[in-house]
């Protein structure tokens, strides 16, 4: 060891005697920072990691290490003096050991002169260490694999040039392995080959946040390779001229062994999945307690069958390995209870047939562009969760996330596929039925619309389709027996009267084959069971089989199960049809949802819960059956303010009274007639008209919106659950809300939401901004600012609004004092009595804002950012998880990955942290040349010392 300790602070002497290794230190820190800031834009992802560091470091570590490692031994072939070496008393491995860690720590000091970058990011946002640590571990063993590579070039070659290109070639050669336009070529398990076989798909595994002793131990075995064949290679100068001995042989049979060896330690290590450490915050890519906790719960097997194709997407393959693992990880978990499967049915046609009939799986056409060509690549990419009778699949929408990372490349990552994994479980889990009857359960029998036009109207199509029909409905009709009622009915007929109806109840219109098809028919099914209807949807490919799974499906929806049941009030517009579907459509995939507009003084029996989204003019009957569903301990979940804003009339605010005004202050809670309008806000898009040579050209600009606040940060609530995973909010539209201490002072107050200091509540509702005259927002900046309260929970023992007074169904009750033959009427069952209050476990959330997960808000969010914006449902999901105690899985959901966003940042404070790393590289360069100068001087001043004390001149 002291042997390879001199050689290597021999080597690392030579290195910076030289403007050299300045020079090498320089032009890295220089190409990284570049890469960060500009050709990254880290700024413009907006997120709190240094993921872009670690993007481009295996192909900046291909150069760097080449270029550290084409002299070690070309140099000592030029000039002479590898005989020398070979001649002292040092041994060859002391020699080849002593080179490379001169090596690794001119790697290693390059790496740490990055580390202001991590640093700065965590001053600007809430920096996850976990992959920060993993990016510089992988860092370091990639250089070491590099740098065999290249001490081994080095030594078969006395051309220092020679020794830096045949470097570069191999050694990027190990990373274009795992490239994804080779992978792609090859096939999914020629693919999944070469990513293990590629350094860059080993280092992307670790910089996620991974250790895996897997990767670790690839990285290790190429270095002691190369290092090996290095010796192997000094020790043949040796021989050269030499007659061929019998040490000869042994030493490369001695070679070849220990090569080997490296390489089986790969093939011994594979299956041991299980054998890594998961390094970031959450522990993101470790199964969850939660998790667990529900494979625990399995009576029965369960299948996780993933269907994933050999050709698929190129943004699609690079997600399939790690689908793969995770999958296999719910299979360590569950032990004998679960049973994962991997398929790729384009290679058997039964097992295609089997995916299309049994779960509706069938392939996804993509738009595959390459430089020459273009074409269609039908693919899967889905998973199977099923258990008994119930099954849920998941594909490619339920499982990623697309962003725009400019205007003409898209990121496709996985987004928290242990979450959507978890949830389908669950619901198949509680859904579960053994007899496989959806009719055994039903309370009441249901009446099948059947809305169809006569045959003569349909295409051919769905003729085959209507025959399809009168079979699914006769099977049906069979099990279910005087449950199933069966009404068809031509909606044009009788004037069209049916048509008018149902354009009215329902927002349906009649369905034409094409654009340029001007026939108009009608091929609608729905399900009405006592006030409760459901719209059949048509299978996207018009066969029999994706009809009776619809039919099915919607059956179900009236059976009760363990799916909890949330009572939906808006104005008349939700969930069908109206401008609530996006979230309608996110709270299906959990929850059974029940429309009901409270008329009958009631909350449904069967709620669980009470959303009330954007409610307009509640009577005193509807106001009576939300207090008593509170006084029974239920969650009432508002979404509520005294304005809405159109976008179909413009961008201008309706004052709307929703009913709940007076119930909501003697609860403690006031919602105030104005706006929050906010400095930290969301952007709007906004055309902007601009002349070019005299054409107006029309373009779209994200420009400031005060009214669109931006919660992030403490100004979401970082000690709840319904709040803590969202990492940022745009809240549209919102109004301040003000809490009467003395009412609440009884209860539990959760402050969820609030605006930034710099914000002001306005009372304006004209909306439209004005930039010309105020550039900054738009609109004229409020004097009074402070932060304003637009979201809180209340928990605890409420009072009855209508506690002293009549019940409002008795009032309705009094009134009809005869029939219509002189008679008593015959009693209403009604509530006699009012509770007047509450257990501890009632709530009230409130969100004060009628239009923060409508429709039109979601769509101008997702074209501000460019990607789909979820936020606002998932808050809504949050608040109806945390109040229905499924917290486990809300937690779960916390586990994003995309959660860490930066502080907001005008463009001066981001080119001051930009020039401020600049500025710090420079400086940690100066320090390092300061330090090494000294270090001469010492080593000089020893050495002049040593002459002196032997007698000669110094």
């Not at 619309?449 to 009709?477: F, M, N, V």
């Not at 009094?814 to 509450?838: F, N």
């Amino acid at each position: 060891m002291r042997e390879t300790i001199a050689v290597c602070r021999k080597e690392l002497a030579g290195f910076f005697s030289s403007p050299a290794a300045y020079l090498f230190l320089g032009s890295f820190l220089l190409v990284t920072l570049f890469v960060f800031f500009w050709v990254e834009t880290f700024f413009a992802r907006n997120l709190a990691d240094v993921r872009p560091l670690f993007e481009w470091m295996p192909l900046l570590l291909v150069f760097l290490s080449a270029a550290l490692t084409m002299r070690a031994w070309s140099e000592e072939h030029r000039a002479g003096t590898l005989e020398l070496l070979e001649s002292a008393p040092v041994g060859t491995l002391s020699l080849v050991l002593g080179k490379f860690m001169a090596g690794v720590a001119m790697i290693a000091l390059a790496l740490l002169l990055t580390l202001p970058l991590p640093v700065t990011v965590s001053l600007l946002g809430p920096l996850d260490w976990g992959p920060v640590i993993g990016g510089y571990l992988a860092s370091l063993f990639l250089a070491c694999a590099y740098l065999a590579m290249g001490l081994w070039i080095s030594a078969r070659s006395d051309n220092a040039i020679v020794s830096l290109i045949l470097t570069t070639l191999l050694a990027g050669a190990f990373y274009l392995l795992g490239a994804p336009t080779l992978t792609a070529l090859a096939g999914q398990k020629v693919g999944e080959l070469l990513q293990l076989v590629s350094t860059a798909g080993r280092f992307q595994s670790i910089t996620r946040g991974v250790l895996d002793l897997r990767d670790v131990c690839y990285y290790l075995s190429l270095t002691g390779v190369f290092l090996t064949l290095n010796a192997y290679a000094l020790a043949r100068l040796r021989w050269q001229g030499n007659p061929e001995r019998p040490s000869h042989a042994r030493r490369r049979w001695l070679t070849l062994l220990v090569a080997l060896n490296f390489l089986a330690a790969n093939l011994w290590l594979a299956p041991l999945g299980t054998a890594r450490m998961d390094m970031t915050a959450d522990r993101i890519y470790s199964l969850s307690p939660v998790t667990r906790q529900y494979l625990a719960q399995l009576q029965e097997p369960l299948l996780l069958r993933g269907y994933f194709s050999r050709r698929t997407h190129p943004l699609l393959a690079p997600l399939i390995p790690q689908l793969r693992d995770l999958m296999k990880e719910y299979g360590v978990a569950g032990g004998s209870r679960v049973r994962v499967e991997f398929i790729d049915p384009q290679e058997d046609p039964e097992l295609e047939e089997e995916a299309a009939s049994r779960y509706g799986v069938k392939p996804v056409p993509f738009q595959v562009e390459g430089k020459y060509q273009a074409g269609v690549v039908n693919s899967y990419f889905h998973v199977v969760v099923a258990y008994g009778d119930q099954y849920e699949v998941l594909d490619y929408r339920n499982l990623i996330d697309v962003k725009a990372s400019s205007e003409t490349e898209l990121e496709v990552v996985l987004r928290n596929p242990e979450y959507d994994i978890t949830r389908a479980i669950r619901k198949v889990l509680t859904a579960y039925r053994g007899g496989g009857n959806p009719f055994e359960t039903l309370e009441r029998p249901i009446l099948l619309h059947a809305y169809i036009s006569p045959d003569e109207k349909l295409p051919e199509r769905l003729r085959e389709l209507r025959k399809g029909l009168d079979e699914i409905l006769a099977g049906l009709k069979q099990k279910a027996g005087d449950k199933l009622r069966i009404e068809v009915v031509d909606p044009d007929a009788n004037g069209g009267r049916v048509a008018a109806e149902l354009a009215t109840r329902f927002g349906l219109q009649p369905l034409v084959a094409g654009l340029l098809d001007d026939r108009r028919f009608w091929f609608d099914l729905i399900l009405e069971s006592g006030k409760e209807t459901v719209h059949v949807p048509l299978p996207s490919e018009l066969d029999q089989e994706g009809l009776e799974r619809s039919l099915k499906a919607a059956l179900k929806r009236f059976s009760p199960g363990f799916l909890k049941t949330v009572a939906v009030v808006t104005s008349g517009r939700m969930p069908y049809g109206g401008r609530f579907e996006q979230l309608r459509q996110y709270l299906e995939q959990s929850y059974r949802l029940h429309e009901t507009d409270l008329a009958d003084g009631r909350v449904p029996p069967e709620a669980d819960l009470l959303l009330l989204l954007a409610p307009e003019k509640l009577k005193e009957r509807e106001r009576f059956a939300v207090d008593q569903f509170l006084m029974r301990g239920g969650t009432v979940i508002l979404a509520s303010s005294p304005f809405t804003v159109d976008l179909r009339t413009g961008l201008t605010a309706r004052e709307v009274v929703s009913g709940l005004e007076g119930w909501l202050e003697h609860n403690g809670l006031k919602v105030g007639k104005k706006l929050v309008m906010d400095r930290h806000n969301a952007t709007l898009p906004i055309p902007v008209d601009r002349d070019i040579g005299g054409i107006t050209v029309r373009e779209i600009h994200n420009l400031p919106y005060p009214f669109f606040l931006d919660l992030r940060g403490d100004r979401l609530n970082q000690a709840n659950l319904i709040t803590s995973s969202l990492g940022q909010l745009t809240m549209t539209w919102a109004s301040p809300v003000t809490v009467d201490e003395k009412k609440v002072s009884g209860l539990r107050r959760i402050e969820l939401l609030r605006s930034s200091p710099e914000s002001w509540a306005s009372d304006r509702i004209n909306l439209v901004p004005d930039y010309k005259a105020h550039p900054d927002l738009g609109f004229p900046e409020g004097k009074e600012q402070g932060s304003q309260l637009v979201g809180v929970l209340l928990e605890g023992r409420f009072t009855s609004w209508f506690r002293g007074r009549p019940s409002p169904l008795l009032k309705a009750a009094e009134k009809p004092a005869q029939g219509g033959d002189g008679k008593a009427p015959p009693e209403d069952d009604t509530v006699a009595s009012v509770i007047e209050r509450s257990p501890d476990a009632a709530r009230i959330i409130l969100f004060a804002s009628n239009d923060f997960a409508s429709d039109d808000a979601l769509r101008l969010a997702t074209e501000g950012l460019g990607t789909y914006y979820t936020k606002p449902l998932e808050l809504l999901g949050n608040a109806i998880d945390w109040s229905l105690e499924d917290r486990g899985l809300l937690a779960l959901r916390s586990r994003d990955r995309f959660a860490r966003l930066l502080s907001p940042l005008d463009r001066r404070q981001q080119l001051f942290w930009e020039y401020l790393n600049y500025a710090l590289a420079a400086a940690a360069l100066f320090l390092v040349w300061l330090l090494q100068r000294r270090g001469r001087r010492l080593q000089l001043e020893r050495y002049r010392r040593m002459l002196q004390l032997e007698g000669q001149p110094s």
